[in-house]
């Protein structure tokens, strides 16, 4: 299992592969604009290639994930903010197929308590129009779009598998959808993975209904509220409610190898350190041992 980590692009997009170097990550995972407000970053065509090109030849730092927007909701009822939100996620597919990302991760958004039934069609066709149109203003097929699974909180869309499945299902069963497993969000919604057991329970669940091919990337997290609490409150590996054990009986499971593990952890106030890499690979060492009996 690769181990990345969410950094920060100040400065210039291939800074990113830099902090993601000094921290030994091998994957990297950035915003491609500001994650809380609708305004596009300028990037221009230079930036964008020369970020492709580097992150091609880099020794270290093997592919970069995007997080859209934080503001994005499909599921809105209001036409205004549904309408910035597929503009946003369009650009948001744009400027990290241009950059050679392996996927945006997506938080779908909230219905505001109006259930997934009514929204189910309006998501749906939202997130095909965005591929559609950021394939089409790119000429070519834009990266894979990953559905996150969210903590449960007010009308979120995507808090159960099953949820996230429906969506699938609704798309057609799109090929350029994929999902992003949240331990946090898991945990949050009510997921118990503490033992091997649990964990490989939930693993056959995901199998079950969204597809284990479909997962394009796990954000490894440890949670600061407990299971089922709903909020999406993060915590460094080994500090929060989960704990390492926890997050090692999940990550080692064997069908999750060859999936990447992107941390998102608070670290000291500005993000994931070199130490939260440190602890994601001893965790996983210690989960496979423990599997190995």
Not at 209 to 215: D, F, K, V
Request: proline fraction near 2%.
């Amino acid at each position: 299992m690769q181990i990345g980590a969410h950094v920060s692009s100040a400065g210039g997009l291939v800074k990113a592969l830099d902090r993601g170097d000094a921290m030994g990550a091998d994957v990297v995972q950035i915003f491609t604009q500001s994650p809380r407000t609708w305004r596009s970053s300028a990037h221009s065509h230079e930036e964008l290639t020369s970020y492709a090109a580097a992150q091609a030849a880099h020794p270290r730092v093997r592919a970069t994930f995007c997080h859209a927007t934080y503001l994005v909701n499909l599921a809105t009822a209001d036409e205004a903010l549904l309408a910035k939100s597929h503009r946003c996620l369009v650009e948001n597919l744009v400027t990290a197929s241009a950059i050679g990302a392996s996927g945006v991760v997506l938080h779908v958004g909230s219905h505001r308590g109006a259930g997934i039934d009514a929204v189910l069609v309006q998501v749906a066709g939202g997130i095909v129009a965005a591929l559609d149109g950021a394939s089409d203003e790119l000429g070519c097929t834009c990266c894979p779009l990953l559905l996150e699974n969210a903590a449960g909180a007010g009308g979120t869309v995507g808090r159960s598998f099953a949820e996230l499945a429906r969506i699938l299902d609704a798309t057609g069963d799109d090929e350029r959808i994929g999902t992003c497993l949240d331990t946090q969000h898991l945990f949050a919604s009510g997921s118990d993975y503490s033992s091997t057991e649990a964990a490989d329970s939930v693993v056959a669940d995901l199998d079950r209904t969204t597809g284990l091919a479909r997962l394009g990337c796990i954000h490894l997290n440890d949670s600061l509220v407990p299971l089922g609490a709903n909020r999406d409150r993060h915590a460094n590996l080994g500090e929060g409610e989960i704990g390492a054990a926890a997050l090692g009986c999940l990550v080692s499971h064997p069908l999750l190898d060859g999936v990447t593990a992107i941390l998102e952890v608070p670290g000291d106030g500005d993000g994931p350190r070199s130490v939260d890499v440190v602890a994601a690979r001893a965790l996983l060492a210690d989960g496979i041992a423990r599997r190995a009996g």
